[in-house]
């Protein structure tokens, strides 16, 4: 390691030792790439909450909104190494945004970002209006067998993973079925509950609501885990093999910090979940806590990279 990391990294150390809380505390920026109110603000905002203590700093969160993410990844790239800006990356950041063709983005926050650890995972759900036609996933099949092209699937958007995991439907079945982006989540759960779309793959932190309150049908989880607030509705992967997505948000740095700063920010990270206030707030948000480290989310990225790339190349999906 060169004197200058050194000295970077012994400088950084020194400011996240525990500092007493005054005028003269040091302050650390953990970015949001989303809007206020999204799953990916909200676990940047339970997290910064934990680690601020823990670090003996003040954590603050900003919100650098644009492209899904990547303008909050491209600021923390060309940040110092020295932990003061963090990024809380999800997945459809780091793994199909920047691999879109066509994308021609400032930064591949995928390969030049350094994942620290993961906070939480993030189900998805196949639903379908509560007073619509279908009662199941098979249901949905089979509407799409007997009508090519007329049977509809509903996203945030093109390139979004609620798009992304539609077209893997469509490879992994050989049904047609028809794309409607709408601009966000919202919009799209709108025409779902009216019945203009037919069904959703979407992040469970969406729908949870609308799912309790019986306007939604849950049919199938898009992961192998059971969700915790509707532990009965079957993984997807028992109706169509090998099916199983997950979503994650993981706290990223600038790729070029020292590895003594990075095992003290993973290790703050393990600690502040193991706070059960951290735990509780996750879950009601509709995420499912999980810590995983440096190793495991960096393998995490590696396969979904794969993944989505393979989907991508398949239907030569452009950037919108």
Known sequence: MTRRRLALAAALLAGLAALPATAQERTIRILSGASAGGSSDFA???????LGPILGVRAVVENRTG???????????????????????PMSTMSITPQLVGANLPIDPGAELLPIANVALSSYGFVVAANGPYRSVQDVLA????????VSFASAGVGSAQHLQGELLKQKTGLEMVHVPYRGASPAIVDILGGRTDFMITNMADVTRQVQDGGLRLLAISDEEPFPLFPDVPPLSRIIPDFSVVGWFALCGQKAMAPELVDRLEAAVRQAMTDPSVVGQMAKGGLTPRFEDRAAITHRLAADR??????????????G
Not at 306 to 319: F, K, S
């Open 143 to 150: 509407a799409a067998r007997a009508r090519p092209g007329q």
């Open 44 to 50: 940047t905002r339970v997290l910064a909450e934990a």
């Open 306 to 319: 794969a993944l989505w790339l393979h989907v991508i190349r398949t239907v030569n999906l452009r950037a």
């Open 67 to 89: 492209v899904n993410g990547i303008v909050a990844a491209q600021e923390t790239a060309r940040s110092a190494p020295d932990g003061s800006t963090m990024f809380v990356c």
